[in-house]
């Protein structure tokens, strides 16, 4: 018995200092994961600029969450979910779900515009442009496809550019045909719709101009004062609203249209801020921008900033005040 005693003894401290090993190991590696969550629109050009941060950056893993934007916030507020970085399709969705409590600031960074989205052999493809493409949308063999208000910006970014085409067009029944019009076909995010568009499930779905791009997918451009592109028509785009679902159950928030301006920033207890600012840094660099504009995404650097003081100071050369 004596003899197997610090057998046992030794046996039991290598185990223990192998469970120490592997429990440092996995600390070392969770210390390099940077956690994204992001608008679904964003998915293309931030996988080619996570792996090239990657490159830049060796031992550093990116792992990009892709879902709508008020669903991304609400995994942050509602879910708790551990996050360094946060980037909307809307940046009022971080002003509102986010700021003060979960962020500090939101720096505004790209734009995009609002498109009828189809392929080849969708119905009608051949005759639709942008004075007829309503009532090709309405025609009940054709099907069509769009986002949850609720849960993406893109969603509720429909909503009111048919009710944006009441006014342009002079029909007040546009936006009521199309919106009560197979609601079947809604989907959480707006590239959850990719697939139902390549399958020919559906004829057109309304999205984001840039998405169609990065999927080489046909489109069709609708005039200023319907897309949410042009600043110029801030005013018109302000005349539309939607109600979406609020912060708790059963309240409201009312969105004004307005022109698409996506926003990001790094949340307060973001468990790899260097990480993240330098990821945030390398997104707003010039070698960010060029991948976002190659997808169809403009620049809106240096943006205007409302929390100036609050913004890492790496950052704020993006930025104006």
Same mark, same amino acid.
């Given at each position: 018995?004596?003899?197997?005693?610090?057998?046992?003894?030794?046996?039991?401290?290598?185990?223990?200092?192998?469970?120490?090993?592997?429990?440092?190991?996995?600390?070392?590696?969770?210390?390099?994961?940077?956690?994204?969550?992001?608008?679904?629109?964003?998915?293309?050009?931030?996988?080619?600029?996570?792996?090239?941060?990657?490159?830049?950056?060796?031992?550093?893993?990116?792992?990009?969450?892709?879902?709508?934007?008020?669903?991304?916030?609400?995994?942050?507020?509602?879910?708790?979910?551990?996050?360094?970085?946060?980037?909307?399709?809307?940046?009022?969705?971080?002003?509102?779900?986010?700021?003060?409590?979960?962020?500090?600031?939101?720096?505004?960074?790209?734009?995009?515009?609002?498109?009828?989205?189809?392929? #080849?052999?969708?119905? *009608?493809?051949?005759? %639709?442009?942008? @004075?007829?493409?309503? &009532?090709?949308? =309405?025609? /009940?063999? +054709?099907?069509?496809?769009?986002?949850?208000?609720?849960?993406?910006?893109?969603?509720?970014?429909?909503?009111?550019?048919?009710?944006?085409?009441?006014?342009?067009?002079?029909?007040?029944?546009?936006?009521?045909?199309?919106?009560?019009?197979?609601?079947?076909?809604?989907?959480?995010?707006?590239?959850?719709?990719?697939?139902?568009?390549?399958?020919?499930?559906?004829?057109?779905?309304?999205?984001?101009?840039?998405?169609?791009?990065?999927?080489?997918?046909?489109?069709?451009?609708?005039?200023?004062?319907?897309?949410?592109?042009?600043?110029?028509?801030?005013?018109?785009?302000?005349?539309?609203?939607?109600?979406?679902?609020?912060?708790?159950?059963?309240?409201?928030?009312?969105?004004?249209? #307005?022109?698409?301006? *996506?926003?990001?920033? %790094?949340?307060? @207890?973001?468990?790899? &801020?260097?990480? =993240?600012? /330098?990821? +945030?840094?390398?997104?707003?660099?010039?070698?960010?921008?060029?991948?976002?504009?190659?997808?169809?995404?403009?620049?809106?650097?240096?943006?205007?900033?409302?929390?100036?003081?609050?913004?890492?100071?790496?950052?704020?050369?993006?930025?104006?005040?």
């Amino acid at each position: 018995m004596k003899t197997r005693i610090p057998v046992l003894i030794l046996s039991l401290s290598f185990l223990i200092f192998i469970a120490c090993q592997n429990n440092q190991k996995s600390d070392n590696e969770s210390a390099k994961q940077l956690i994204i969550f992001h608008a679904g629109s964003l998915s293309v050009p931030f996988k080619a600029i996570a792996e090239a941060f990657e490159k830049e950056n060796p031992g550093t893993e990116v792992m990009l969450e892709p879902a709508g934007s008020r669903k991304c916030a609400r995994k942050i507020t509602d879910l708790k979910r551990e996050c360094d970085i946060m980037a909307s399709a809307d940046y009022t969705v971080i002003d509102e779900q986010l700021i003060p409590d979960y962020a500090d600031w939101n720096i505004k960074f790209v734009s995009n515009e609002m498109a009828i989205v189809y392929t #080849e052999k969708s119905k *009608y493809s051949a005759e %639709i442009n942008r @004075n007829n493409w309503y &009532k090709i949308l =309405a025609k /009940k063999d +054709v099907f069509i496809g769009r986002s949850d208000p609720n849960s993406d910006p893109c969603g509720y970014r429909a909503v009111l550019t048919t009710r944006l085409a009441d006014i342009y067009y002079h029909d007040s029944t546009i936006s009521q045909i199309l919106l009560q019009k197979d609601n079947n076909f809604i989907r959480p995010k707006e590239t959850d719709l990719l697939a139902l568009l390549e399958s020919n499930t559906l004829d057109y779905i309304f999205l984001y101009r840039s998405v169609a791009q990065q999927h080489h997918l046909k489109y069709l451009l609708l005039p200023d004062e319907i897309n949410l592109k042009n600043t110029a028509f801030t005013e018109l785009y302000h005349t539309v609203n939607v109600q979406i679902s609020g912060k708790k159950p059963g309240e409201f928030i009312t969105k004004k249209g #307005e022109p698409m301006v *996506y926003g990001i920033t %790094i949340l307060k @207890n973001a468990p790899h &801020k260097e990480i =993240a600012v /330098k990821f +945030v840094d390398f997104v707003l660099s010039k070698k960010g921008m060029s991948i976002l504009e190659a997808n169809g995404q403009p620049s809106m650097i240096p943006a205007q900033v409302a929390n100036y003081e609050k913004i890492p100071q790496e950052l704020r050369i993006y930025t104006t005040h």
